[in-house]
């Protein structure tokens, strides 16, 4: 008690009034939980014209399923380490590493795969054409792996005929061993994408997350 009255004391000293303390302190604003966004993704209203792999030696049993305002799919996650080579991601990390990406950083450079969360959609094909479905370079995305939402952009493309990939930020800030060659994890991702969205600057995550949640919250209603 003593030490509530003594903080009075001083910000009446101060001339702050309890008010002004209040509307100074930040806002928190969290997004949908993984279970509402799951909630959304119970059924599958198959969009891409087959289903894709998940790895080259697998079978296609992934499909696009449209939802509105987003499309989602449920897939594994192989970890892509492409972009601007770094300590973690570089040609002797990773034996496919590639110095570019399909979507750039603001500065017009390569992402950096183990600083930014982004995530990989397949190659247009006759499989399915992404930008036919509303999404494009860094459209915004929801990421949930054991119970865990992480907000990401769309950064890079790959295979047509594989689903499943992100960065080595997205893998390893939901707990996915992020190692390239022998890291990421087998099944029980689920991926949303926010039809006709944008992350401005690209690299931004703060901005990421922020966009992410206000879509998200939108989508689940």
Request: glycine fraction near 10%.
């Amino acid at each position: 008690m003593r030490k509530l009255l003594l903080f009075s004391a001083m910000v009446v000293a101060a001339g702050l009034a309890p008010a002004a303390m209040a509307s100074a302190a930040p806002s928190v604003q969290a997004g949908p939980t993984a279970q509402q966004l799951l909630a959304k993704t119970t059924g599958c209203n198959q969009i891409s014209n087959g289903k894709y792999k998940t790895d080259e030696e697998t079978g296609r049993t992934i499909a696009v399923c449209d939802a509105g305002s987003a499309v989602f799919w449920k897939a594994d996650m192989d970890v892509d380490c492409d972009g601007q080579p770094t300590p973690r991601c570089n040609k002797n990390t990773d034996p496919w590493f590639q110095d570019g990406t399909a979507y750039p950083r603001s500065d017009g450079k390569a992402l950096i795969a183990d600083q930014t969360p982004y995530i990989v959609v397949p190659s247009i094909s006759s499989t399915w054409n992404f930008e036919k479905a509303g999404l494009k370079g860094a459209g915004s995305c929801a990421v949930i792996y054991n119970n865990k939402v992480l907000y990401t952009v769309i950064g890079d493309t790959g295979p047509k005929d594989i689903i499943g990939e992100a960065s080595y930020a997205t893998a390893k800030s939901l707990g996915i061993n992020p190692d390239p060659k022998n890291g990421g994890v087998d099944s029980g991702v689920t991926y949303i994408c926010f039809k006709n969205s944008k992350v401005s600057p690209t690299e931004d995550h703060g901005k990421a997350t922020s966009v992410g949640e206000g879509l998200a919250a939108k989508w689940v209603g």
